[in-house]
């Protein structure tokens, strides 16, 4: 039990709280107004890529464990950030703090519940980690463990190492598997545990940029209706409403900024948001238009357009 707790504790020290609605089409990385979302705690966002990859590589250090880990992070940030990303990078660490205690006592009251079965088969899935098998060895073997178990000693597991979600996120958010060896889920709830195909039949939905509110939703509950358990069509349900009500809030929240937006910001808006409906151009030049159309405005005005069209985190994914 203490070794399994410490992988786990361990695997922790390298999560960071995200908090936000999961994407419809989270595989983009910009939204539909062409603005380019942040992944990450709020401290490293705007900070250049060779200053990122240092953070990176402080929580992707599995040799660094706890306050070694922190007091690591600690001295990268106050060398490098500025007063108000370093306030920023305290106030995470005291957040993180507390959830990560959180998660343990958590973890450690299920722990202590597990059946025999469930028990031996969570041990048999932390020593995946470290056996030198390759991730697809790693998940075929997993799913051998899982099969050997009840309904309701699988469970057992899932609740025991909740997914990404439920959980607290991963500071390394590149990872799709934890230290237990568990693949991590990235999408609404309804599509976790689906095969490959089904999936890509939703993504291409989800990503359909000519279908927009009633006919998005149409076809996806089509699709939902004719490919899902009952089970995970009422899920997708449950989705829909969360999802409807965060989108008319969303809009709500747009179109009150909007009207405020001074003359220049305004323009900018238009034409930024005009990128994306922009079928003929790659990604890369609708970036670079993005950001010659930016730097065109003063400081207030960029604020402006930043504060309309919110990073990942703080708005849903549009239709």
């Known amino acids: ?39 990450g705690p709020a401290f490293l966002e705007g900070l250049d890529a060779a200053t990122k990859d240092k953070f990176k590589a402080i929580f992707r250090d599995r040799s660094l464990k706890g306050d070694a880990k922190d007091a690591a992070l600690l001295n990268l940030a106050s060398s ?12 995470h660490q005291v957040e993180w703090t507390k959830k990560r205690e959180q998660w343990k006592a958590d973890y450690d ?15 048999q899935m932390k020593a995946l980690w470290g056996s030198g098998l390759d991730r697809a060895a790693r998940k075929a073997k997993k799913e051998e463990i899982l099969k050997s178990l009840t309904d309701a000693e699988r469970k057992e ?45 939703f993504k291409a939905i989800f990503r359909d940029h000519s279908l927009k509110g009633d006919a998005k939703d149409a076809a996806l509950l089509k699709l939902a209706t004719s490919v ?18 965060k989108r008319e809030q969303w809009k709500a929240d747009y179109d009150a900024k909007y009207a405020k937006l001074s003359p220049n ?21 609708k970036k670079a238009k993005k950001e010659e159309i930016l730097k065109s405005l003063t400081e207030a005005e960029r604020k402006e357009v930043q504060d309309l069209f919110p990073h990942r985190g703080k708005k849903p994914s549009r239709n």
């Not at 490098?80 to 106030?91: I, S």
């Not at 958010?173 to 095969?195: I, N, R, V, W």
């Not at 910001?265 to 030049?285: C, H, Q, S, T, V």
């Open 1 to 39: 039990m203490t070794s399994l707790k410490l992988v786990i504790i361990f695997a922790a020290l390298v999560a960071v709280s995200l908090a936000g609605v999961v994407r419809r089409d989270a595989t983009d990385d910009d939204d539909d107004s062409g603005e380019e979302k942040h992944h």
């Open 80 to 91: 490098v950030l500025t007063p108000e990303k370093l306030a920023q990078f305290k106030t």
């Open 109 to 123: 009251a299920k722990y202590a519940k597990l059946s025999p079965n469930a028990k031996k088969a969570a041990d």
């Open 157 to 201: 597991i899932e609740a025991l190492r909740p997914h990404r979600g439920n959980n607290r996120s991963r500071r390394d958010a590149t990872d799709d598997e934890d230290d237990s060896g568990e693949e991590k889920h990235h999408g609404p709830a309804f599509m976790q545990g689906l095969d490959d195909a089904t999936k890509a039949k």
């Open 228 to 245: 899902l358990t009952p089970e995970k069509l009422a899920q997708f349900k449950t989705h829909q409403v969360e999802w409807k009500k």
């Open 265 to 285: 910001a305004k323009k900018a808006a238009d034409e930024i948001k005009g990128l994306w409906e922009k079928d003929g151009m790659d990604r890369a030049a």
